[in-house]
DNA sequence: ACCATAGGCAAGTGTTCACTTGCCTATCAA
DNA sequence: TTGATAGGCAAGTGAACACTTGCCTATGGT
């Protein structure tokens, strides 16, 4: 049981608890910019993030293909697509079914 | 929407291939001890980790939740308690669902 | 044309984290 | 008791990673 690169790369973007508050806020709201992320990440998480930070955590998010983005003009939208997350805590799953 | 210590420490735990790793062990044969552990990593998965590397491995997977331990006279046997990972991507799921 | 906004790129910094190293305790067999 | 096995503890090292800093491009409004 080898796992994917793929698979590598979402554990890796699920690790930084920023990255999981930006996962929630595109949850919450789909489609959002950079900016509006950084500032609903300090007003509702008191969680005060750089724009550059914000940036990188988001590429890291999209090698992961947790997060696509859509530009339009200057703006450029951020989407979530949790499909990445499907098959993840299914290979732990015992062959027989282990009850306390 | 505040994530658990609790979580934290199983995101953290999952992020490291080699705990990954040792979960897949575990999952095909429970209740190994360390050495176990050790050995068949080295063999099946072509991974050289030493006894120290392991055990503090097994403890972060400890602190997550996700591996419990008995001991029995030298020998101490190690558990996989799936429990933890059920929550876990729940969180990310849309209100309403996402095609495509 | 100008300026402000939205975002990108890349080098540098500091912290976290995996792994090693060395020594220690505990159990079992002879 | 002696030796071997199974495991634990804690300090030190090196690499990965999050974040900053500084400067750049591009779009839209006036």
């Given at each position: 049981?080898?796992?994917?690169?793929?698979?590598?790369?979402v554990?890796?973007?699920?690790?930084?608890?920023?990255?999981?508050?930006?996962?929630?806020?595109?949850?919450?709201?789909?489609?959002?910019?950079?900016?509006?992320?950084?500032?609903?990440?300090?007003?509702?998480h008191?969680?005060?993030?750089?724009?550059?930070?914000?940036?990188?955590?988001?590429?890291?998010?999209?090698?992961?293909?947790?997060?696509?983005?859509?530009?339009?003009?200057?703006?450029?939208?951020?989407?979530?697509?949790?499909?990445?997350?499907?098959?993840l805590?299914?290979?732990?799953?015992?062959?027989?079914?282990?009850?306390?």
């Amino acid at each position: 049981m080898t796992e994917s690169p793929e698979d590598e790369n979402v554990f890796r973007a699920l690790a930084d608890p920023t990255r999981r508050k930006i996962l929630d806020e595109l949850t919450e709201r789909d489609g959002q910019t950079l900016f509006e992320i950084c500032a609903r990440l300090a007003m509702k998480h008191q969680h005060t993030a750089s724009r550059q930070s914000v940036s990188q955590h988001l590429d890291t998010l999209a090698a992961a293909g947790l997060v696509t983005s859509r530009r339009d003009g200057r703006y450029k939208f951020h989407y979530l697509d949790t499909t990445p997350l499907r098959r993840l805590t299914e290979r732990w799953r015992r062959p027989e079914t282990k009850e306390t």
